[in-house]
């Protein structure tokens, strides 16, 4: 079942002499529960491209459609709201609310939704990212890897149809990296979680299901990992 298809995306920024094409006819698609690795150098534009796809970023031209909707279709408020509820993101430098604890961070979207927070399903993320002795914590009391993983846990508490994640152990030493992907990778089989991942890490790549290569805003490369368990 497919989740996500991108259409012809450009991304164009400035005018003239200044136009810089970040993304140049983007075509691909997503099945529903698939690990994709989008890689590429500094500049290919492959954070733009999930920044677009995570609807943080408008394209120039093109559609993004996730589970059925054209996102750029939608106003800025259906748009904001459908991205808070639909879409997990996951950036490399945490964005976590420092004067919030754990809790209170992984469960801001379904605050700012003024929905009610499902207890079970928080106590079983918080065990499953090691976070249940740190529920009290704020930020800058926690390791990088740590709040890392509350990063995790706010992109998973909607169930989002597609979680995002853009260089999510570019700030994180070896160890802590493999734990972060091994994560995503538990999330994606647990939860069935569709999960796309901007790196630029061989090493994670050759753990995804499929790996999307950018180079100079196009798509250059599109393979099959058949290596990888896919259960």
Known sequence: ?????????TKVY?????QVKALAGVSFSVQKGEFVAIMGASGSGKSTLLHIIGGVDKPSDGKVIVDGTDIYSLSETKLAVFRRRQ???IYQF????????VEENIT????????EIEKEYLQELLLTLKLTERVQHLPNELSGGQQQRVS???ALINRPALLLADEPTGNLDSKN???????????????????????HDQEIAR???RVITIADGQIVGDEVNYHVNFN
């Open 1 to 9: 079942m497919e989740i996500l298809r991108v259409e012809n995306l």
């Open 14 to 18: 400035g005018k003239g002499s200044t």
């Open 87 to 89: 879409l997990g993101l």
């Open 94 to 101: 945490y964005n976590l609310i420092p004067i919030l604890n």
């Open 108 to 115: 801001l979207p379904l605050l700012l939704d003024k929905r």
């Open 152 to 154: 995790i846990g706010r």
């Open 177 to 199: 990296s493999q734990e972060i992907i091994e994560l995503l990778k538990l999330s994606n089989r647990q939860y069935q979680q569709t999960l796309i991942v901007v790196t």
């Open 207 to 209: 753990q995804a299901q």
